[in-house]
């Protein structure tokens, strides 16, 4: 590539874009079918490692990815040309190219350089695979070692050079006429631009360079869609007819620098060069078809998280002034403020629309997390000798970005402990009656303001027996009469284990009880329930965001509480034979045949001049995990959504407080934590 031209600031576009090939090349990989792959597939995982090496190649710096990508390129391209039979241990190995490569790309983007251990034993395995199914003249066709040597001297040099005693002709189709001056000012970087053309929406440049035909379509592809562009060698107009001979001498060297594959069957993504939009530092995956046609004019931008995450706290403060000019407004004489106050209700409904509009950009698939199972399943299935099937219903649930990437490590813990302890060996199903190949099932859906995520097995099921016996010995308050939901909930006890050895997979008794504390900090709660001989079903159930709550606001002497909404389902004012005294210190709310246990929320945070008669004081019913409670509270102010700070950012940790929020006087106001008044109140009572 000519100097001049640094391409050093879409680094971070070409990392994006390569792990998100990478990804589909593993999915990809893992649905194949080795009897009879499917052609549409190979071809995309074809496009996909020619794609990453055009890039790499085209950078000039990504030496051990380009060679690493060249060599897998190669093996695809004679099976997806029918040259190679595709057998199950080719995809094992191209799966493990795969992790290779996204190591490689890792290191690349932290400014690293890739494990030369690693580069070395995938090349080495993947040139044995060429000797193996080609011999080894073949291979030396496939990878000469001189072009390997030349390779290492000079990574941009991948494509073949133009064609000797021609120019390349670098055509543009459908150009914007705001576009051909910035790339007719590339084009003169590259090389000397010997003629020029533009009419009818195409652009025609005839090109002395030595750079290749790759290097210009990559440097294209940062301005326009890598179907628009078109390069050979061919002579200058009205020089065709001398130099026809030449031109028709060197066909090779115009099909190696454009392959088949990118000029006759567009990928419907782009270049690897060209910029993707990116929501939260997530690249979106372009659609089928999109390349092809009339593209669309700024159809998407690259946003970084941070920008993201401005624009949210941005909104968060708008919605708090809004609530305090409301608040206000609220004492002013309608008849003379009529204006200012229509004003008012229309500022509130814009700073609605716009915190969801703004709360949408953060919202990413469920399809982010289930994406990485197929391959969890796939090997660990192998590994311990199961037949499993991995199912996914609902990938399109959206969910708050800070929340899917924390729910990727106890979602992965649930997997593991499903497949290990869950799920039986095949002999033992087929005894059973059942499947030999059991089913694993991830699901992910709304309700409301929540997203309800299963963990779904069809194994044994829980051991009742086992779990009682080993909680018994541990101590635990249970007996033969303790019911199967409060017994199931053991498995979250710290050290808590019924397995009867330890694998690299699961059964070491510490997990669970982290999987339980990481949900509850995000605002969820997990469930579990059982039937023996049909399997498990975990269910973890989380708010959509944490940025923005929706909430009861309520009163309890001189201080303001939030009660997340989401855990609210009734409220009353209690009567005298309602309330039962079980002890000192433990008190029963009977709700229509039902005992709730009762924690007054002046107790839990010793508030002076709170309500203390029960009777007086106000219900409010509550919802955490599987279990409600009534929490006594001296008034009920209102529901309105809230701006969520974090409390140990700003402050410090509090015991049953989740964060703060600042109200429309500009007071702040404890968002409660239920789960932890919940552990707090039976803590107590047992004591």
Sequence with gaps: MSAGVDLSEFFDTFFDEADELLAEMEQLLLGIDPSAPDADDLNAIFRAAHSIKGGAATFGCFDEL?????????????????EMPLRQDMIDLFLETKDV?????????????????????ICAQLRQLALEQQGEAALAEIVPAAAVEAEAADAPAVDAPPCAGL????????????????LSAEMALMGEVLHKEHRDGRLSLWL?????????????????????????????????????????????????????????????????????????????TAGPGTRAGKPKENGTIRVGVEKVDQIINLVGELVITQAMLLQTSQSLDPVLHDRLLNGIEQLERNARDLQEAVMSIRMMPMDYVFSRFPRVVRESATRIGKRIRLV????????????IERIIDPLTHLVRNSLDHGIEMPEARQAQGKDPEGTLTLSAQHSG???????????????????????????????????????????????FSTAEKVTDISGRGVGMDVVRRNIQSMGGHVQLSSRAGEGTTTRIVLPLTLAILDGMSVRVGPET??????????????????????????????????????????????????ETDLTRAIAVVLQAEDVRFALMVDHLIGQHQVVVKNLEANYRKVPGISAATILGDGSVALIVDVFALRRASALRAAA
């Design 208 to 284: 002395e360079t030595t750079a290749t035909a790759g290097d210009i379509e990559a440097v294209c592809c940062f301005v326009v869609n890598a179907d628009q562009v078109t390069v050979r060698a061919e002579a200058l107009p009205g020089a065709a007819a001398d130099q026809g001979a030449a031109a028709g001498a060197q066909p090779e060297a115009v099909q190696s620098a454009t392959p088949p594959a990118v000029a006759a069957e567009p990928s419907g993504k782009p270049s690897p060069a060209q910029p993707q939009s990116v929501v939260d530092g997530t690249a979106a």
């Design 66 to 82: 380009a060679k690493t990508t060249h060599l897998l390129e190669n093996q695809l391209d004679l099976i997806r040309h029918g």
């Design 449 to 495: 303001g929540q997203i309800i995520i299963d963990v779904i097995d069809d194994g044994a099921g829980l051991n009742r027996e086992r779990i009682l016996k080993k909680a018994i010995a541990q101590g635990f308050p249970v007996s033969d009469a303790t019911p199967d939901e409060e017994l199931w909930q053991l498995i979250f006890a710290p050290g």
């Design 392 to 403: 996914t219903k609902g990938q399109a649930t959206e969910l708050d970005k800070s929340l």
């Design 561 to 610: 509480f939030i009660l997340p909404l989401s855990h609210v389902t009734e409220s009353m004012q209690a009567t005298a034979d309602q309330i039962h005294h079980i002890s000192d210190t433990e008190r029963m709310l009977h709700v229509r045949g039902e005992y709730l246990p009762i924690v007054a929320l002046h107790e839990v945070f010793d508030v002076e001049g709170a």
């Design 101 to 121: 490569l996204t190591e490689q790309v890792a290191a690349y983007r932290g400014s690293g350089k890739p494990d030369q251990d690693a580069y070395e034993r």
């Design 167 to 182: 120019p390349l002709l670098v055509r543009i189709d459908r150009i914007k006429d705001k576009d051909v001056e910035p």
